[in-house]
């Protein structure tokens, strides 16, 4: 790099790259072949220079190429999954262009994929560590921050209850978090591993949960419980329209949406 905001340091056998502002933490965690130190969009933005002095292309036809990917990607999920392609819409359908959604659980990886997100900062997801009950403390503190703005937190039984205590501060913050709750009855994701190395042996993953819609009642909030996600598209839409604090108990059993 040209300018001294951005330096290259350290080495390892591995194919990882990072641009971090601290270099205290590089190869803490993660060895990195090649890590940048400096501010990100800093860093970024000199990444384009070099390329563009280095003759790269910048015609957008990846982004073409990219779009193309996706939809083919959708439709078959579509035909393949259509029970869960069909809440995801239902959340896209429901809410604003610039709402902010928060996740955990299993449905972080569907709407990773599939939810399309369009304004910066508005999808937070806990993608790397696959932390339980991080969707309502996300989406508490991202109401706080921005109380103009639709605030969605996504996330499975088995991880709200981790934090649903939380619906006490988000009602006493006037945080109007809608919390959708997919709910299987369990930790499907220890299911699925254990049903692929044991056939059909699940053990401790089926979970004793409360009446999340009457829990949610009980610390101010509204709760609703549904029969179907069919009808999530029109409860979403109540919700969000009562402006406070809201649980959706959405029954929804999710796989991973790859093979």
């Not at 563009?52 to 015609?59: I, M, S, V």
């Not at 978090?177 to 044991?198: K, P, S, T, W």
């Not at 401790?204 to 179907?228: H, I, K």
């Amino acid at each position: 790099m040209k300018s001294k905001s951005v330096a290259v340091v350290g080495a390892a056998e591995t194919t990882k790259m990072g641009v971090i502002p601290d270099q205290s933490v590089i190869g803490l965690n993660y060895a990195s072949e090649l890590a940048l130190v400096g501010d990100a969009r800093l860093a970024l933005g000199q990444l384009l220079t070099e390329l563009d002095l280095l003759g790269a292309r910048a015609d957008g036809d990846w982004a073409s190429q990219m779009a193309i990917v996706r939809e083919q990607v959708d439709q078959e999920m579509r035909a393949s999954r259509p029970v869960a392609m069909g809440v995801i819409d239902a959340v896209r359908g429901a809410i604003d262009r610039d709402a902010i959604v928060t996740n955990d659980s299993l449905i972080q990886y569907w709407t990773a994929r599939h939810l399309p997100v369009y304004t910066p900062r508005s999808y937070h997801i806990p993608w790397i560590y696959g932390t339980l009950g991080t969707a309502l403390p996300y989406a508490i503190g991202a109401a706080v921050a921005a109380p103009e703005r639709q605030v969605i937190a996504i996330g499975g039984d088995g991880a709200f209850v981790f934090t649903c205590a939380e619906l006490a501060t988000a009602v006493q913050a006037e945080a109007n978090v809608v919390c959708i709750v997919c709910n299987d009855g369990g930790y499907e994701a220890m299911r699925r591993h254990q049903r692929l190395r044991f056939g059909e042996r699940v053990v401790a993953s089926d979970l004793v949960t409360p009446d999340f819609a009457a829990l949610a009642r009980s610390f101010g909030a509204n709760g609703y419980s549904l029969e179907s996600p069919d009808e999530l598209g029109s409860a979403l839409t109540e919700a969000l329209a009562a402006k406070r604090p809201a649980v959706i108990d959405l029954p929804l059993s999710l796989d991973l949406p790859w093979q």
